[in-house]
């Protein structure tokens, strides 16, 4: 007869068997991204463009939202039941996976603080954070997490996990705080055996609506060295931190990150991405490291020279944003969000980048 011991012990055995074996493990070689040891893309070339090695990605930053102010919650309504539903949010975030990846998309941006719900705000008196005042993890986020985690080590992508998002910084008392949810969150990622992961400090780290010190250019590369000096079992995790459209990064993070994140919001303009990955490229302790644009809200996917080709020509990986509205019908900022390619302008993302990549 099985003791009511070893039952409990087996019903708890799958999460330490999953955690054991997973399946996605991403690495960084010179410039290029590997997946379990094997550049992504293998072979490809588009256009006489290398894509070998690239990171092709979505902004998806509301896979686990949720908003804490009751006042700003209605806002978010699902259409079909009047009522807003985290847990419905990740279920239709996870179905609509597998057909991303059909189409070539091997990576994606989430944040434990969301981005605007609004797609682009001046006051959010919503409250979507899931790092607590104190720098804790929300246990309710971070389940929504494991979930969207755990698909993506399936079907072989890779998250760009990030922690802050300026507008919510605030909801976290101090900088002890910020430190500490930054130490937690990659002790929480390790301590789950996570291999699919890059994590990020903060979105737009030169954005000037952050209000802890730490979190801004001039200092966010000691929360990255922070990340980078967590270890479990002598394994770290990839870190970097990204800045606003247009901007390149300063020296203090390209030496201190292990890959750089640009943003390509602001003017549509060619010859600005171009500028900003090469500026970038020519700081001061740059050596050979993957540069990965992982939100750029211009699209113009049919004609000859856009934002994405423009990255592409210079060997920088690309990630689609499109905010959309609050009405279940487009983008993927603004919840509540319909996750499946369901409007004109996914479908011409999503066609490209399967030219793109020959997936």
Known sequence: MISRRSLLHLAAAPALVRAATRRTEV?????????????????????GMKIEGLLMNSRVVQGIFDDLN?????????PDTGKWDPDRNTREFIAAMPEWRRHGLLGFTVNLQGGSPEGYSKAQPWETSGIDPNGNLRPAWMKRLAGILDRADELGMVAIVGCFYFGQDQRVKDEAAVKRAVINTAEWLLDRDYRNVLLEVDNETNVKAYDHEILKPERVHELIGMAKDVKRKGRRLLVGTSYGGGTPATSNVVKASDFLLLHGNGADDPDRIRKMIQTSRGAEGYRPMPVVINEDDHFRFNEPDNHMLAALGLYTSWGYFDPGKSNYADGYQCPPVNWGINTELKKQFFGKLKEVTGA
């Open 70 to 78: 009751p006042e700003t919650r209605v806002r978010w309504a699902y």
């Open 27 to 47: 690495s960084i070689r010179g410039d290029q991204f590997l997946i379990n040891g094997k550049p992504t893309y293998a072979g490809r070339v588009y256009q």
